[in-house]
């Protein structure tokens, strides 16, 4: 059996940042293996020639090791076709020397009958999206350097996206001879429920916009696996109003399951833990929890009418906010190919004159999709602002 029997609940994509010159990033789904379906997303680093060889060429080990044959268990597969995918980089880096330092992190799921098992190495992440509950879950710890600082109590999960280190990683395929992957957690496998969804990601997306919005995309009703997919690209390349969008190449796979027999999802979550706050006075001394109490119940019975109105109010605006959204990306996309159509005519031409004479139409098209692709970033951030208002963020 599979997890998921629908094409249409299978979506992969990846882009080329507003940074980056070439795609380093390589991603494929392997299905009806010996082992299993595997999805697979990879990383590369080393220069954008180094980068994009490195990953592709782990993605393309996997796929080889993974179809060569069945191996007695899940996680003997992910180890070895991660191994194997470390020494074919390092193999071609010994014979390009100018290749030397190349290097990729790794993230593999694979759907084995019922049981669902991980694989990753380096700062690509896996998440699982829990539809029943609308809740987002890490399923895999970074192996980065901010987040052992993190896990340390040095610095919160927060400041980790914005440290000065954030993009130092402590391992990845092609470094070393020795790999050691993480599985998944006690090598107990991950039970998923239907309409629960795995989310595999370069940080060309978790680190260009936080957990919660990629968990409201995904808690969108009425929307595509597909449409949530672009719309996670989309907001990824824009940014957030406190961090620049599209600094990284970005690729996302999405795995909706829709063939499970189990009830409730079992699974190990690496979602940060916030620390709880405490209330003291001016000089230093607790309140009574008697105070305390009274003042949770005075603020009860003033804003919770209140807060009502005005959570009314701003969900009106935003359902608004969401039309003009909606209609601003429909009219970028539709000036987008008209301009892009007229252009292909235009190279098409032969006859300088003729060129000539298109100029002027080519320059208005081009205008225009500027200026639609403008308002489209414009009510975008406008929606993800509000959204985040009444959200709290």
């Not at 927060?158 to 090598?187: C, M, Q």
């Not at 607790?286 to 005075?298: D, N, R």
């Not at 959570?311 to 909606?326: A, G, P, S, V």
């Not at 098209?365 to 009444?390: H, M």
Request: proline share 3%.
């Amino acid at each position: 059996m599979s997890l998921t029997t629908n094409i249409d609940n299978i979506y992969k994509k990846g882009v080329v940042g507003n940074v980056r010159k070439a795609q380093e990033d390589s991603h494929d789904i392997f299905l009806k293996t010996p082992n299993g379906d595997a999805f697979v997303v990879c990383d590369g680093m080393g220069g954008h020639v180094g980068g994009a060889v490195a990953s592709s060429t782990a993605v393309r080990s996997i796929k080889e090791y993974l179809e060569k044959e069945k191996y007695p268990n899940p996680i003997q597969a992910l180890d070895g076709a991660l191994q194997f995918a470390n020494q074919q980089i390092l193999g071609y880096a010994n014979e390009h020397p100018e290749l030397k330092g190349m290097g990729t992190t790794a993230c593999i799921v694979l759907f084995q009958g019922d049981e669902v098992w991980v694989a990753h190495v380096g700062d690509s992440r896996i998440y699982l999206y829990l539809g029943k509950e609308k809740q987002m879950h890490r399923i895999t710890k970074d192996h980065s350097y901010v987040q052992t600082l993190v896990d340390s109590g040095e610095i919160t999960d927060d400041e980790a996206e914005h440290h000065p280190n954030k993009n130092r990683i402590l391992k990845a395929l092609g470094v070393s001879l020795k790999l050691e992957p993480t599985f998944n957690y006690g090598n107990k496998p991950i039970l998923p429920k239907n309409d629960d969804v795995f989310l595999i990601c370069s940080d060309g997306l978790s680190g260009m916009i936080p957990d919660k919005t990629i968990e409201r995309v995904l808690s969108q009703k009425d929307t595509t696996l597909e449409q949530k997919g672009d719309l996670l690209i989309d907001l990824a390349m824009q940014g957030e109003t406190v961090r620049p969008g599209g600094q990284d190449n970005c690729t996302v796979e999405l795995i909706k399951v829709d063939n499970s027999p189990w009830k409730t999802s079992e699974f190990k979550s690496y979602n940060p833990v916030k620390g709880k706050g405490r209330v003291t006075l001016p000089g230093g001394k607790g309140l009574s929890s008697k105070l305390i109490a009274a003042l949770v119940a005075l603020l009860l019975a003033v804003g919770v009418g209140g807060w009502f109105v005005w959570r009314q109010i701003q969900n009106n605006k935003l359902e608004k906010l969401k039309t003009n959204y909606d209609k601003s990306k429909k009219d970028r996309d539709d000036k987008k190919k008209a301009y892009l159509s007229f252009l292909e005519d235009y190279n098409r031409q032969e006859n300088e004159d003729s060129k000539k004479a298109m100029e002027s139409v080519l320059i208005k098209y081009q205008k225009s999709y500027q200026d639609s692709q403008s308002q489209f970033k414009s009510d975008s951030n406008n929606y993800i602002q509000t959204k985040n208002k009444i959200d709290g963020k």
